[in-house]
């Protein structure tokens, strides 16, 4: 999981997007219109974070089919101080 949020955040040009993401992510769940209000982005720009994220097991989606919520996993928090380290990096660099 640390290699993959290095990747995440680091290698590819979202990445200070997603930290955004996980940040909002973490204060409570949810669905991708609400974050892209909240993050001001566009909603197919918060639509393809997420559906990066959930494809690295970093978030994961509720089972409604409409305005589905997305919450941080399970897998992600046992890795939560490796992704403040990489997040403290992704924001001194901007």
């Known amino acids: 999981m640390e290699k993959v949020l290095w990747y995440l955040f680091t290698a590819t040009r979202g ?25 001001d982005i566009a909603y197919t720009t918060a639509r ?3 559906d990066m994220l ?7 989606q509720s089972d409604e089919k409409y305005a589905a919520l997305f919450f941080l996993t399970d897998q992600f928090e046992r890795n939560r ?7 403290q ?6």
């Open 15 to 39: 990445g200070a997007n997603r930290v955004r993401v996980v940040r909002s992510l973490g204060e409570r769940p949810k669905n991708a219109n609400r974050l892209a209000e909240e993050l």
């Open 54 to 60: 959930c494809d690295h097991d970093v978030v994961e």
């Open 89 to 94: 990096h992704v924001e001194t660099d901007e």
């Open 81 to 87: 101080d490796e992704f403040e380290n990489i997040a």
């Open 48 to 50: 393809h974070h997420l």
